[in-house]
């Protein structure tokens, strides 16, 4: 039996998922350089098997923590290649609007999803122990 409500946050998180798999497949594409292909393979892990993941009750626990795990190696990792690759002033534009900040932003919503669907899972469990 799985929760309800919890359908609409998983598809979320394959949205973002995809988003972020066909975003890294444009800007990095595997073909210019094999490194690549390790944030291709992560985020398409993402896309196709974290989603369904959510929808079994012992899958929870890791998906969640696999979740977790990937949106702070994103953020890190986006966050260096943006420092690495900076060539425009310091400014609060360009911090806004030429780094990987909105990137960022976005793969950090992917934690309440997950924390929502989480949160459902374990009021089930509570309404099956009463």
């Known amino acids: ?3 309800e ?11 973002m998922a995809l988003g972020g798999f066909l975003l890294h497949y444009r800007v990095h594409p ?7 292909l390790i944030a291709v393979l992560f985020t398409l892990f993402n896309t196709l098997i974290l989603p369904v993941m ?11 923590i696999i979740n977790a795990t990937s949106v702070v190696v994103g953020v890190i990792t986006m966050t260096w290649f943006s420092i690495a690759n900076w060539k425009d ?5 360009y911090l806004m609007f030429h780094s990987t900040l ?8 992917k934690l309440p999803l ?4 989480l949160l459902s899972w374990q009021k089930l469990d509570e309404g099956k122990q009463s």
Do not use: E, Q
């Open 1 to 3: 039996m799985k929760p």
């Open 5 to 15: 409500g919890i359908k609409f946050p998983v598809f979320g998180l394959f949205c």
């Open 30 to 36: 595997p073909s210019r350089d094999s490194f690549n």
């Open 54 to 64: 959510f929808f079994y009750r012992k899958t929870v626990p890791w998906a969640y």
């Open 89 to 93: 002033p310091v400014s609060l534009y």
């Open 102 to 109: 909105a990137d960022s932003l976005i793969l950090i919503g």
């Open 114 to 117: 997950a924390h929502v669907i």
